[in-house]
């Protein structure tokens, strides 16, 4: 069965239709999936009922080299007990919302900032796909921007200002600035620093991308507010409406976005009063031993 493809954005973000990652999926569609990703960068895929976490990871690997993760917030334990799953929800190791108090809360929150799942890491996330097991009655939308689409329209003064500059990407950096406490000495030893390039060619499809967030926290060679001044311009710019996509959770979703083509952040919504479960695989660019 070939897929269809509803476009949701002007410039980027599609609705798949006929595929269900519940169900053995044929290397054909698994195909037909990749192109559109490489077309649009932000796919959902909707379900009638959510995927298992076996499902999950199942779909996922057949998109390329998979994060398995051991690591956690002090002193908690994991909701979800699969290393290829991140666990995106506000709820605690038994499935109760966070008390305020929580640290866990405190950094999911960094979460409405906007940014490129795991920049921080040398080798860097390709594709996400986050699961809908619980929403909540209003808010909690996704918004994504493609960053092909907001290089596409810098000046091409700032073009060549920018080309060859490396940016240093800090995962503590953002957790912090989103409202988080300083993490432990154990915490930061678990994720150091990254450097990757400010703009680089999106192998897929072949166009410019910038590649920055909020885990973008100095420019390398560059005086620190020299550096962080240049990425906020660039941040303000290619946040405007105009490169906006919101996405509008349904229950069963699973969205998939290419983190070396596009930034995102989750949105407010009341997070002491309505469960949101969201589980989340990555894959990488390239396996690791």
């Known amino acids: 069965m070939s897929i269809e493809v509803e476009q949701l954005h002007p410039l980027y973000a599609a609705r ?45 690997r057949s998109l390329g080299p998979m994060e398995r993760s051991t690591r956690k917030i002090a002193g908690t334990e994991a909701r979800v007990p699969y290393p290829e799953i991140v666990d995106q929800s506000n709820l605690d190791e038994v499935g109760e919302i966070y008390a305020d108090d929580d640290r866990r809360l405190a950094y999911k929150r960094a979460n409405r900032l906007w940014h490129t799942d795991m920049s921080f890491y040398d080798v860097r996330a390709t594709y996400s796909l986050l699961a809908a097991h619980a929403i909540p009655p209003a808010g909690a939308d996704t918004e994504f921007v493609d960053m092909r689409a907001v290089y596409d ?37 678990t994720r150091p620093p990254a450097r990757h390039a400010m703009a680089h060619v999106h192998a897929l499809s072949q166009r ?64 002491r009063t309505f469960r949101r479960d969201m589980r989340r695989t990555t894959c990488r660019e390239r396996a690791l031993a």
Request: negative net charge; aromatic residues 8%.
């Open 16 to 60: 798949i239709h006929g595929v269900d990652i519940r169900k053995s999926v044929s290397d054909s569609t698994i195909a037909d999936v990749q192109d559109a990703m490489a077309k649009y960068a932000v796919c959902a895929i909707g379900h009638d009922a959510p995927p298992t976490n076996e499902q999950h990871i199942a779909f996922s």
């Open 153 to 189: 329209f810098l000046p091409e003064q700032r073009k060549a200002q920018i080309e060859g500059l490396v940016v240093e990407h800090s995962y503590w950096h953002s957790r912090v600035l989103g409202g988080g406490p300083e993490p432990t000495e154990e915490e930061r030893a």
């Open 208 to 271: 410019k991308s910038l590649y920055l967030a909020s885990h973008a926290c100095g420019i390398v060679g560059w005086p620190s507010d020299k550096g962080r001044a240049l990425i906020e311009e660039l941040l303000a710019f290619a946040t405007q409406p105009r490169f906006v996509y919101a996405h509008k959770w349904r229950l069963g979703d699973v969205l998939i976005w290419d983190n070396l083509a596009t930034m995102h952040r989750a949105t407010e919504f009341d997070d």
